[in-house]
């Protein structure tokens, strides 16, 4: 099976832009999360999707959006880019369904700098 | 406040000894708990897990003991591999709610050949 793709894989945007990222899950994984990754604060849940429904979500703001399409494929907007969103994105697939324990499968990144 | 606790920031140890990384919780709402390995540029890879019912979990190389009275976990990795050189991160969720992880701040490992 293939796994967690990510693109793009860097990104370099200015303060003010927005961006949107993509990630592809595992072939029959519904559940998709978000993770933001940055050196001071480690790795930090953004949300989570499941059948194109966000079942959860972090501290982050409003700024912050994401979505999820039929396909599961998923996509996060961030919007008024600040300096602090230079960061590695990670997105994480699941064969979760809501009950059980399920491990997460987690996608190479997008690094998005913002200058 | 930061519920998943990783004190060591590094570890260096030699080929073919064992490696011990320790990682404790705050939150005892917290029953599934998981280790990652992260190379450089690369997303975390899945190593292994642990539920709350057991205290110890074996996958070739690598065990996972976990003591819920002390919120305590380790990792051991017998034995060590240069290229188990990487940095681990601990990892917590709830039954029921396990695709939101809570991740401790990382352990470098460095296997000395």
């Known amino acids: 099976k293939a796994g967690v793709t990510q693109t793009p894989r860097y990104l370099i945007k200015t303060r003010g832009q927005q961006v949107t990222l993509s990630c592809s899950p595992i072939?029959?994984?519904?559940?998709v999360s978000w993770y933001q990754q940055t050196p001071g604060q480690g790795l930090q849940f953004l949300f989570e999707y499941f059948s194109e429904t966000q079942r959860n979500k972090g501290n982050f703001p409003g700024r912050f959006s994401g979505r999820q399409f039929s396909n599961s494929r998923s996509e996060m907007n961030v919007s008024t880019l600040e300096l602090g969103d230079s960061a590695l994105y990670l997105c994480?697939?699941?064969?979760?369904?809501?009950?059980?324990?399920?491990?997460?499968?987690f996608g190479p990144g997008t690094r998005l700098t913002v200058t | 406040d930061q519920q998943v606790k990783q004190n060591s920031p590094s570890l260096s140890v030699q080929e073919g000894r064992i490696s011990i990384l320790n990682c404790d919780y705050t939150?005892?709402?917290?029953?599934?708990f998981l280790w990652y390995k992260k190379y450089p540029a690369e997303g975390p890879t899945f190593l292994i897990s642990i539920s709350s019912i057991k205290d110890k979990n074996e996958d070739g190389r690598f065990t996972v003991f976990l003591n819920k009275s002390a919120k305590h976990l380790s990792l051991h990795i017998v034995p060590s591999q240069p290229g188990d050189s990487a940095v681990y991160f601990c990892a917590a969720s709830r039954v029921g709610s396990n695709y939101k992880l809570t991740f401790g701040k990382g352990t470098l490992l460095t296997v000395n050949p």
């Open positions: 994480a697939s699941s064969p979760s369904t809501g009950t059980g324990t399920y491990e997460q499968y």
């Open positions: 939150n005892s709402m917290f029953d599934y």
């Open positions: 072939s029959g994984h519904r559940s």
